[in-house]
């Protein structure tokens, strides 16, 4: 790949591209790069490069004639080497958002030309004349075009064959599978106190997968719900098939709604054990579930009792009338088995089948069931309310209910 960059500061941005990483892979010839000085292109004595802005306003604007006079010699530098014509772009605040994804994209060219804008801009009609495209590295305004430059540059470079020692090395990265990089440690295992987590000196590449994948996924629903919700939607969760020996039947009896009120008691009372006052858990009993239970299905909705080999372990409660789902509960040590997933299909099988849209309520502190209901088709509608007054723990903020409404996939 040859890299060429248009700017009033060639040294700074060669200076970049010839140290550390990309400066070992140009030496090894693994792409070329070249920085151009606009001013080299002037044709004015004092080799000005801008002027006072048409219509007033602060600052300068670049002139069109020594970056269009630059961008040609460049095009006929590449043409000289029997390469393609480059693809411009142009940074600017005004550009497109930058992402991976563009990155990968640039990376495909033969010939790319990188346009740095000074001061308060370029002349519009060189842009219009030369630009395949205009980018911004973030919302924000920088002094010139130098730094995004060579952000665009360093993020496509490193996707060259041989630039990385290993080609792992950006396969699994943040933004490579739209979630953010779980964390890193290395030695020592103990720094200032603080411990490396265990299960990475396991030394079981399964187990060490998977949370490194888990992390990734927190990380990214706490810090980028916006990629969190895209990842959700092309990562949909394949519901696990019922096992021989598993089902779900109508709880009727007695002794059936009284197995469903003790998992609602175990589930919620683990689900709450860090939010909620001991008295206020200690007041849940398993007879105030039943009772609860005993109310709601005289209002409507029907309890599934999940067993496994005979033996009750969750619950979801539908309302066939209004599609509402609730009481998705799991015993604790029977969660992170598919269950949830199971349940939950099978309770939106039966709403869908009446021709209703599933929809359901969770808690904003329940981010695990959260995560399950995404990756199953539901989406957050935006309403939110107080969850059922219950009393926190001193500085645990209240968590709100949150409602999901099932979408079919697009
Ligand atoms: N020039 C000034 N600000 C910029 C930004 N955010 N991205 C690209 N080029 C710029």
Known sequence: ????????????????????????????????AHCHQIRDYTQNKQRQTDDYPYGGGPGMVLYAQPIAD??????????????????????????????EADAKRLAGYDCLTLVCGHYEGI???????????????GDYVLTGGELAA??????????????????????????????????????PEVWEGRAVPPTLLTGDH???????????????????????????????????KWKRGEKAQLAR????????????????????????????LAANTPEAFAEALARDRARGWAFYLHTTGDEPDALVGVHRQSGEISRLYVLPQRQGQGIGAKLLAFACKKILADGTVPWLEVPSSNTGAQRLYRRMGFVPTGDAKALDGAPNLPGVPAPALLKYRYSAKE
């Not at 890299?3 to 010839?29: K, M, Y």
């Open 1 to 32: 790949m040859r890299i060429d960059i248009v700017t009033l500061f060639p040294e700074l941005c060669g200076s970049f591209l010839h140290t550390s990483i990309l400066g070992r892979a140009a030496a090894r010839g693994l792409f070329e």
């Open 70 to 99: 630059c961008l040609r010699a460049v095009q006929a530098q590449c043409a000289q080497q029997g390469r393609a014509a480059p693809h411009i772009v142009f940074l600017t605040a005004a550009g497109a958002p930058y992402r």
């Open 123 to 137: 002349d519009e009609r060189v842009i219009e004349a030369f630009a395949d495209e205009e980018l911004s590295i």
């Open 150 to 187: 060579l952000v665009v540059a360093d993020s496509v470079l490193r996707l060259q064959p041989g630039v990385l020692a290993e080609a792992a090395g950006y396969e699994d990265e943040s933004y490579w599978d739209d979630l953010l990089e779980y964390p890193q440690y290395t030695r």
């Open 206 to 240: 399964e187990k060490i997968a998977a949370w490194r994948a888990e992390r990734s996924r927190a990380r990214t629903r706490a810090r980028r719900p916006d990629l969190y919700d895209r990842w959700c939607r092309t990562h949909p969760l394949a519901v696990p």
């Open 253 to 280: 009896t007695a002794a059936q709604l009284g197995q469903a009120a003790a998992i609602c008691h175990a589930a919620w009372q683990h689900q709450r054990q860090e939010l909620c006052t001991p008295e206020y």
